[in-house]
């Protein structure tokens, strides 16, 4: 079965910084994806970037970006110019490539944005 | 186009009772998925349906939960007889299908119901 594991329960940074959240997955699949969410207070579930296992190429969406290391089946996620909007809880989440889209979540990591 | 709805966004129920949580998918998506959440945990997979199926129930426990996806009106995961360990935040999302020319389809989430157990 596959796992996807965050070992940072709770990470901070400071206003226009950068941080990066570590998200590291297990499987025996060569096809599948991987998907970073952000759950602000709200609960809202929001799709923050995405990245398809056979594209080498580290997907980025403005502010955001990630580091794919697939023989080390890590998964980070950076956000550059940190705003006070990204406080959240993050989830690093994992879909086989073959099935039908069922979405395996680690424990997530809260991020606390300080002024 | 209206988003997955859910409702109630809140729910209460006393212990022995049963819940009863709506899921409206985005219009034209004919796929369903629900996700628990337990307090200060990520969400894991119950259920997948499509209209009038359940594909995969894998993730639901074995007894008193149930969920079904009829040819129309919205998705509804029922809990008979709620227990405390019950509580917890419950996530539907929707996509039109599996895959599509670029790949895959997301899967989009509602805003969930949070169940509370007295």
């Known amino acids: 079965a596959q796992t996807v594991t965050q070992s940072q329960p709770e990470m901070s940074v400071q206003e226009a910084e950068t941080v990066t959240l570590s998200c590291t997955y297990d499987?025996?699949?060569?096809?599948?994806?991987l998907f970073w969410y952000k759950q602000p207070p709200s609960r809202q579930m929001i799709l923050v970037i995405r990245?398809?296992?056979?594209?080498?190429q580290n997907a980025t969406e403005n502010r955001f970006s990630v580091n794919f290391q697939k023989a080390a089946k890590s998964f980070s996620l950076k956000i550059s110019d940190s705003q006070l909007g990204d406080a959240a809880m993050y989830f690093c989440a994992y879909r086989d490539g073959t099935s039908y889209g069922k979405l395996t979540f680690g424990q997530g990591t809260i991020l606390t944005v300080h002024p | 186009n209206a988003g997955v709805m859910q409702n109630p966004r809140h729910l209460v129920r006393r212990r022995g009772q049963e819940a009863r949580l709506r899921c409206s998918p985005m219009?034209?998506?004919?796929?369903v998925y629900w996700y628990r959440q337990l307090p200060e945990e990520g969400l894991k997979f119950m259920v997948y349906l499509q209209k009038e199926n359940i594909i995969d129930e894998s993730g639901m426990p074995k007894e008193r939960f149930s969920a079904e996806f009829p040819k129309e009106g919205p998705s509804i995961l029922r809990i008979q007889q709620v227990v405390r360990g019950d509580s917890a935040a419950y996530f539907c999302a929707s996509s039109p299908g599996i895959w599509d020319r670029k790949g895959y389809q997301p899967q989009h989430f509602g805003d969930g119901t949070r169940l509370s157990i007295l």
């Open positions: 990245q398809e296992a056979y594209k080498q």
């Open positions: 499987t025996s699949e060569s096809d599948y994806y």
């Open positions: 219009k034209g998506h004919s796929h």
